[in-house]
């Protein structure tokens, strides 16, 4: 079946505009996870969405940034006034039901470039 | 907080040769645990997991066990392959269900 697809693949913007990146999850999974990918670092996560419970933003560096997710499916992430330092590639993920011991299934990423 | 510390790369080794990348984590609770790889060009995947103490995860080769009492979880590979050459990411599930990661490790195997 089809796996989290993510649009767009690569995105350039200029510092100071706003960017939106989608994620389309597996469907049928109730979780769904971003996760920031800087080079040379590890995955840093920042918003978690369960069902419909009020989503976890603990990980969201500031308030430039925030998500959604419309009908328990498609979310997007949202970058206002974009910023050199959120260069980076932007993972989605999801599980089935968010148990700790489910797998997270990850897709391709969104490459943001800030100039 | 639940963290999780993986030996820094690069690693390069001949084909053949045995493979252990480290992993050690802290948290509360029982976390699953878990090693994601990313093969050049491609998306994250999982490579094997661990629910509880004791599990052995395995798969394409590569085998680690959950160590409770030295809070480890070691990846090993007994013969690697020049297709093994990849990023691997050690993780920890949390209770809250976000997962942490290490910061990976690059590994080349040389034919």
């Known amino acids: 079946g089809a796996g989290v697809s993510q649009s767009p693949s690569n995105k350039v913007t200029e510092k100071g505009k706003d960017v939106e990146l989608r994620c389309d999850p597996i469907?049928?999974?109730?979780?769904l996870y971003w996760y920031r990918q800087s080079l040379g670092q590890g995955l840093e996560f920042l918003i978690y969405?369960?069902?419909?419970?009020?989503?976890?933003k603990s990980g969201l560096p500031s308030d430039r940034f925030s998500a959604e997710r419309t009908g328990g499916s498609v979310s997007t992430l949202t970058i206002q006034r974009t910023q050199q330092e959120d260069s980076a590639v932007y993972l989605c993920?999801?599980?089935?039901?968010?148990?700790?011991?489910?797998?997270?299934?990850f897709g391709p990423g969104t490459r943001l470039l800030v100039l | 907080g639940d963290s999780v510390t993986q030996m820094e790369g690069p690693v390069t080794l001949s084909e053949e040769a045995f493979l252990t990348i480290n992993c050690t984590y802290t948290?509360?609770?029982?976390?699953?645990l878990f090693w994601y790889v990313q093969y050049p060009g491609e998306g994250l995947q999982l490579l094997l997991k661990?629910?509880?103490?004791?599990d052995k995860g395995s798969n394409k080769g590569f085998e680690a066990t959950y160590r409770k009492e030295t809070t480890s979880f070691h990846l090993e590979k007994g013969s690697v392959q020049v297709s093994d050459s990849a990023v691997y990411f050690c993780?920890?599930?949390?209770?809250?269900?976000?997962?942490?990661f290490g910061a990976g490790t690059r590994l080349t195997v040389k034919p």
């Open positions: 993920a999801s599980s089935l039901a968010g148990r700790v011991e489910e797998t997270q299934y």
């Open positions: 469907s049928g999974h109730t979780a």
């Open positions: 969405f369960q069902g419909n419970s009020a989503p976890d």
């Open positions: 948290a509360t609770g029982y976390p699953s």
């Open positions: 661990a629910t509880k103490a004791d």
């Open positions: 993780a920890l599930s949390r209770v809250d269900n976000d997962m942490r």
